[in-house]
T-cell receptor, first 115, second 114 residues
Framework: GAGVSQTPSNKVTEKGKYVELRCDPI?????LYWYRQSLGQGPEFLIYFQGTGAADDSGLPNDRFFAVRPEGSVSTLKIQRTERGDSAVYLC?????????????FGPGTRLTVL | AQSVSQHNHHVILSEAASLELGCNYSYGGTVNLFWYVQYPGQHLQLLLK??????LVKGIKGFEAEFIKSKFSFNLRKPSVQWSDTAEYFC????????????FGKGTRLSVIA
C-alpha cells in the first residue's frame, strides 16, 4: 500500500510569511507524528496526534507553530510569521498504535527554506 | 532530559569491512532503543529495536545491535558492509513506558567505497 506522503516536497518562503505543510499518513494509522530535522541534526519531535487530538504537543517550539488533524487522517502543520531559523526538513510519521515504541513509518519530508 | 550521542559523524569503509557505530544515551532508567536508517533519496526507516530480553538484537540486512546497560550504549554492528549500506544512521531512545517521544541522535553518515 501507499506510504506516508508529504506535500509540498520543497517550500521556499520569505521571512514573516505563513506556511502550511501537509501530511497524508498510511491509511488506517491512528497515530501521526511531526518532526523537524535541521541541518546536521537528527529528527526532533514536535507533536503527536492520536486520532483527531493532539496527545502530546510538548515539542512545538513556540506559539507560531500549530498543527491540526481534523478528521483523524491528513494533518497540516502551520507556521506563522516564519523566521530564518525555521528552515529545516519537516518530517511526518504514522503508526498503527498508541505508544511511541510502535514502529513509525516516515514520509519523505518537506524542505522548508525561509529567506 | 534524555539525550543521545552518536560519536562518529562520518565513517568511510571499504566493502567487506566490519562496521561498528557508537550510540550512547543519557537516561538512567529503563529505555527502549532504536536504530533508523536513511538511504540516499529514501525515507527514514526502522533498522532494529530493543525493548527487553536478549540484549543482542538482530535487524534487517544483517545488522545487529547490542544493548550494554552498564555503558548506556546501543552500538550498531555489521560484520561485512556492502556498497548498498551507504546511508545515514540514527540512534533513538524513548522511555520504557513508551509514553515519551523518540529522542534521536545527530546521525552518522556511512560511506562504503568499492
Amino acid at each position: 500500500g501507499a506510504g506516508v506522503s508529504q506535500t509540498p516536497s520543497n517550500k521556499v518562503t520569505e521571512k514573516g510569511k505563513y506556511v502550511e505543510l501537509r501530511c497524508d499518513p498510511i491509511s488506517g494509522h491512528t497515530a501521526l507524528y511531526w518532526y523537524r530535522q535541521s541541518l546536521g541534526q537528527g529528527p526532533e519531535f514536535l507533536i503527536y496526534f492520536q486520532g483527531t487530538g493532539a496527545a502530546d504537543d510538548s515539542g512545538l517550539p513556540n506559539d507560531r507553530f500549530f498543527a491540526v488533524r481534523p478528521e483523524g487522517s491528513v494533518s497540516t502543520l502551520k507556521i506563522q510569521r516564519t523566521e530564518r531559523g525555521d528552515s529545516a526538513v519537516y518530517l511526518c510519521a504514522s503508526s498503527n498504535g498508541t505508544f511511541y515504541t510502535d514502529t513509525q513509518y516516515f514520509g519523505p519530508g518537506t524542505r522548508l527554506t525561509v529567506l | 532530559a534524555q539525550s543521545v550521542s552518536q560519536h562518529n559523524h562520518h565513517v568511510i569503509l571499504s566493502e567487506a569491512a566490519s562496521l561498528e557505530l557508537g550510540c550512547n544515551y543519557s537516561y538512567g532508567g529503563t529505555v527502549n532503543l532504536f536504530w533508523y536508517v536513511q538511504y540516499p533519496g529514501q525515507h527514514l526507516q526502522l533498522l532494529l529495536k530493543y525493548f527487553s530480553g536478549d540484549p543482542l538484537v538482530k535487524g534487517i540486512k544483517g545488522f545487529e545491535a547490542e544493548f550494554i546497560k552498564s555503558k548506556f550504549s546501543f552500538n550498531l554492528r555489521k560484520p561485512s558492509v556492502q556498497w548498498s549500506d551507504t546511508a545515514e544512521y540514527f540512534c533513538a531512545v524513548t522511555l520504557n513506558s513508551g509514553n515519551t517521544p523518540l529522542v534521536f541522535g545527530k546521525g552518522t553518515r556511512l560511506s562504503v567505497i568499492a
